[in-house]
């Protein structure tokens, strides 16, 4: 279903106008995004939750903690792996960033009812969980 997909595609092609306009690409305005929302992850779970591989995450990383937006810092337990933070400046410009993607989801979804926002969530969710089902066996 051609459709289906190009609206997808529509979407992701939104995310990654934006992205430009604020000076990243689509997949660091991803990974931003993630980092934003923990006190402290990494790389490796950045990798597991945006399905982007560890080198893509790695260089995207490495190029935010030369701007000054992420530090480093060794886990004890385990100093292969590093948590990754944001610095103040990262911060500061992930809460320019980010915050405006939240709310054009938010206005977006609040132009449907509850009821319409419930359904097209729920249909979604199915869809999602038939393709799976159908792709990857």
Known sequence: ????????????????????????SYTSLYVLHIISLSEACTQKSISAQSYLPKQTVNSIVMAFQKQGLVELAELPEDRRHKLIRLTEKGRAYAGQVIPQVDRAEEKSMAQFTPEERALLLNMLRRYLQAFSDELIK
Do not use: H, P, T
């Open 1 to 24: 279903m051609e459709v289906f997909s190009d609206a997808f595609e529509q979407l992701d092609r939104i995310y990654a106008r934006y992205a430009r306009q604020v000076g990243l």
